[in-house]
């Protein structure tokens, strides 16, 4: 774990979370009931350190980003749980609030660069707009967007500053994106799915930068993504997602070299990037996503599990600690000795 | 001769009318796909892998008459690459497509059912509940989904019902854009050996168009690599995984991380974008980004090495 933290900012130390997200739980309210998206979601978020969320559609990863930084739609509901950010608790914090923090202490990159900006402000407007908390004039605004511009790699920024979002690719798009959200010299960074919509080669360019930038500032990220692939080039600390629930967390390292829960592995098992013999038969898991409506009892995962034995129908498993930072909510963790 | 034989293949867009052109003093038309040739045998599949913009898509779309095209496409011995209408209608008997967007290429208004069977009432034949109830099995859906709509389709169903649509007529030629596009991992393989099985079974030769090099490598035989609108490197997939000659096949390759810690930092990173097909650059297309470029890169345009089972259009390059 790092502790050259450079951020002067910051008021959490190493060791301790600058976010502690404790048994969060979200429901959304639909025609045909609420549904219960996000439950007991408990995960820390370390400073200086990349935390990434992965799973597949549906697992609750965009929502659970979505409500650390206050953007949930009208029809979700916190209904329980706390999400600690220094002194304050998230979870019930008020519009105003939420508007003195946003863009301020936590900054958001969403998935599509193609309208997430303005499309009528030019780049440089649009970098000086986002400054409107600084003191400072329009001139030294403009100059400090000039080098935010220059930190993202823009090919000829000076000339870029006057032009418009459509005039740039995709990938010129997340950078500008990208200079935004720093602009604000957030303590934490929420990137959902950033490098979703671009090319492989681009998001290797911005993953190498998000990077960068990241130590260069010193503020933790978190990073929704599918891939798993992505998550282990970038992040530290990984959570991995299912139904709803976080099914294992741990360090990048510990948990896609021996992942613990069933879910992981038949999720790892599944990349073709994993295979590495070539074959014809690629592995799936059989079965389908529960209801959130009814959440059934017992292990959100039994019905998919291929290790499935009584207990798992019975109750709900616990988070248990497998090594080192590593845990996972599955019996078969709780039932084994640890390891010597 | 091969089923499907592609022979300088050329896509020209229009950018701007003839009076325009002369006053910009710019040509009018501009090539999204560049001299592209390639054969497909029966019960064989070839994947074509590109970025966004490479003229992958157009490619797909000209194999399916649905994108005119110059230079030669021969299906079966015969020439289609100037087939009329009546001709297409009944060309798409034995040539199919599977659409990249799941549930956009599907009518809102049709049943599950009725989407199934519509090519086959399309061609005058019997396309009732029997056929529907046949196509929903091969594909592996309930029959209670028939009655469905195309809204009500999960993406995996939904790609399930792209699957029974372009089967429906027993096609020799399956073209398929972005089979797996939006899936997600755990399902991106059922859809992917439901096609490896009725290939199996049926012998139906198979075009694969995806930026997913990874998947490229577990289902196809032959693989195609474009760029700009060309192909850089082309031939035996297995060959070409375990040795990329051309810098932008290894480029690519490495760009598909894997999540494997250990393989973390391997990845090459390409300095800047894919050129516009409107001003190509001299020489190499590829030297602007290439990182092994040289000098004469930017002056020479490379001709193609032929290899055994493989071919490449690089003068310098990776050792094997």
């Known amino acids: 774990m790092s502790a050259s933290i450079s951020h002067a900012s910051s008021s959490a130390t190493p060791g301790t979370p600058l976010m502690q997200i404790d048994a969060l739980s979200v429901d959304f309210d639909t025609a045909s009931g609420p549904i219960h998206a996000l439950r007991h979601i408990s995960l820390s978020v370390m400073p200086g350190r990349i935390l990434g969320l992965v799973g597949e559609s549906g697992c609750g990863k965009s929502s659970l980003a979505y409500s650390l930084i206050g953007l949930l739609d009208t029809n979700a509901r916190i209904c329980g749980g706390a999400i600690r950010f220094g002194e304050q608790d998230l979870a019930g914090l008020s519009e105003s609030h939420w508007q003195a923090l946003r863009g301020r202490r936590i900054a958001m990159i969403f998935q599509d660069p193609m309208t997430s900006l303005n499309p009528v402000r030019t780049i440089g407007q649009q970098l000086i707009d986002i400054q409107y908390r600084d003191r400072t004039s329009r001139v030294q605004k403009r100059s400090r967007a000039l080098e935010f511009l220059e930190q993202v790699r823009i090919p000829d920024p000076a000339s870029r500053l006057d032009s418009y979002p459509h005039e740039l690719s995709g990938g010129m798009r997340q950078r500008v994106c990208i200079a935004m959200a720093l602009l604000t010299r957030p303590e934490l960074l929420i990137a959902d799915e950033p490098t979703t919509a671009l090319d492989a080669t681009l998001e290797v360019q911005v993953i190498h930068l998000l990077r960068e930038l990241q130590q260069k500032h010193g503020c933790s990220v978190v990073f929704v993504s599918h891939h798993l692939g992505t998550v282990a080039e970038l992040c530290d600390d990984v959570a991995v997602m299912y139904a709803g629930e976080v099914v294992e967390t741990g360090s990048v390292e510990t948990v896609f070299r021996t992942p613990a829960h069933p879910y992981t592995q038949a999720l790892l098992a599944c990349d073709p990037a994993s295979i590495r013999e070539a074959t014809r038969v690629l592995p799936t898991i059989p079965g389908e996503l529960p209801d959130l409506r009814q959440v059934p009892q017992g292990c959100i995962f039994q019905a998919r599990c291929p290790q499935v034995f009584d207990r798992c129908r019975q109750r709900s498993p616990d988070i248990y600690p497998v090594q080192g930072e590593q845990v996972a909510r599955c019996f078969r963790v709780a039932s084994e000795e640890p390891s010597p | ?320």
């Open chain 2, 1 to 320: 001769m091969s089923l499907l034989d592609v022979e300088h293949l050329r896509i020209d867009y229009r950018r701007y009318g003839v009076l325009r052109a002369l006053f910009k003093r710019e040509a009018s038309r501009f090539s999204a796909v560049a001299d592209v040739s390639f054969s497909l045998d029966a019960g064989r599949t070839l994947g074509i892998v590109g970025e966004s913009g490479s003229g992958k898509s157009s490619v797909a779309r000209s194999l399916i008459g649905l994108q005119a095209a110059r230079g030669s496409i021969r299906y079966d011995g015969r020439e289609i690459v100037r087939a009329g209408r009546r001709e297409w209608k009944r060309l798409r008997r034995d040539i199919a497509m599977m659409w990249q967007d799941p549930i956009g290429s599907l009518s809102p208004r049709l049943s599950v059912a009725s989407l199934i069977t519509e090519p086959l009432r399309i061609q005058g034949r019997p396309g009732g509940r029997d056929e529907a109830d046949r196509l929903l099995k091969m594909v592996g859906l309930p029959r209670a989904l028939g009655a469905r709509y195309a809204h009500q389709l999960s993406g995996g169903q939904a790609r399930r019902v792209g699957v029974a649509r372009a089967l429906a007529l027993d096609p020799k030629l399956l073209i398929c854009d972005e089979p797996t596009a939006g899936l997600d991992m755990s399902v991106q393989g059922e859809i992917l050996n439901l096609l490896n099985d009725i290939q199996q079974r049926t012998q139906v030769a198979i075009v694969i168009i995806t930026h997913n090099l990874n998947l490229v490598r577990h289902i196809t035989d032959e693989v195609a690599v474009m760029y700009l609108g060309r192909f850089v490197e082309q031939g035996a997939t297995q060959a070409i995984f375990e040795h990329p000659r051309h810098p932008y096949t290894e480029a690519l390759l490495s760009a598909n991380p894997s999540p494997d810690p250990d393989a973390r930092h391997g990845r090459i990173e390409l300095s800047g974008e894919m050129p516009s097909p409107v001003r190509r650059p001299s020489g190499c297309e590829f030297h602007g980004r290439c990182p092994y470029a040289r000098d004469d890169c930017a002056v020479i345009v490379p001709d193609w090495t032929h290899e055994p089972e493989r071919a490449h259009a690089c003068r310098y390059p990776l050792s094997s």
